[in-house]
């Protein structure tokens, strides 16, 4: 069965060790952890010890920083911290006995379409870090993109491309996917299962963005196309902002129970 997964990111006004007692309070074994959740981002020199209670969790995937990051950007300051913070958050995986690395790819630095000057640059991090991450013998997984002009690897053919090229897995965010079509959604299934790793779940409604996706049922209809042999992981990826009211611990709790028995209601033999 799945393995279904939080991002550490819901609870980012947390320090990690009230992340990890609030998940495992929750009823997760499994944890996606975002670099830039902020205690630890703020504090990571000290990342040996911040780090320790992520070995609570029997099962850890890592996500590399994206915000303000472009491995495809124009400006090479920015293509150089990506390639850098790739290969920290592949580093501190290994110190957490992370599972994979999940890593977004590239698009164009303005509003155009992106162009194959764009694209080298993100095949170029793309080799530097699948070299790396050989090295350190943990794979990276990429993850698909909204659709928009500027965007390089939103379709199921250029994902497929990449993954296959630099021998990668997939993290299908659900959530981008069905911003375009139910169809696309499926269609990265289809394509792409064989190398199909992590599934970003939630949905945006037009207003808000990584809202819960059990009110929703393109997303029990996607999920239920993969069927009960779907062994990799289920993250639920909300964002605290796609609420009305700010949340107290407690209330993001009860909304990632509640997520949590949507996914495996979907699951279940």
């Known amino acids: 069965m799945a393995k279904i997964a939080f991002s550490s990111m819901f609870l980012h006004d947390y320090p990690l060790d009230i992340i990890v007692s609030a998940g495992k309070e929750a009823g997760f074994d499994s944890i996606e952890f975002w670099i830039e959740t902020p205690h630890f981002w703020e504090n990571r020199k000290q990342s040996v010890k911040i780090l320790k209670p992520l070995k609570k969790f029997r099962n850890i995937i890592v996500h590399a920083p994206v915000f303000d990051l472009n491995p495809s950007s124009f400006n090479e300051g920015v293509r150089s911290l990506t390639l850098r913070y790739t290969m920290e958050s592949l580093h501190i995986a290994g110190l957490i006995d992370g599972e994979f690395v999940t890593i977004h790819p590239g698009r164009r630095t303005v509003s155009r379409k992106a162009t194959r000057k764009d694209s ?95 009110f929703n049922s393109r997303v029990k209809k996607v999920l239920s196309h993969l069927g009960c042999d779907y062994e990799g992981y289920l993250t639920i990826e909300l964002d605290d902002l796609a609420y009305e009211n700010i949340l107290s611990l407690e209330e993001k709790l009860n909304e990632l129970r509640q997520e949590k028995e949507f996914l495996e209601s979907i699951f279940r033999k």
């Open 120 to 214: 080298a640059r993100m095949n170029k991090y793309l080799e530097i870090c699948k070299n790396y991450s050989r090295i350190k013998g943990i794979p990276l997984a990429i993850e698909n993109l909204e659709k928009r002009i500027n965007a390089l690897c939103w379709s199921p053919s250029s994902i497929k491309r990449v993954v296959e090229k630099y021998d990668l897995y997939f993290t299908l965010d659900i959530d981008h996917a069905l911003k375009h079509s139910e169809q696309l959604a499926l269609r990265f299934i289809e394509l792409l299962e064989d190398r199909l790793r992590n599934i970003h779940v939630s949905l945006s409604d037009g207003l808000r963005n990584h809202a819960p996706s059990r």
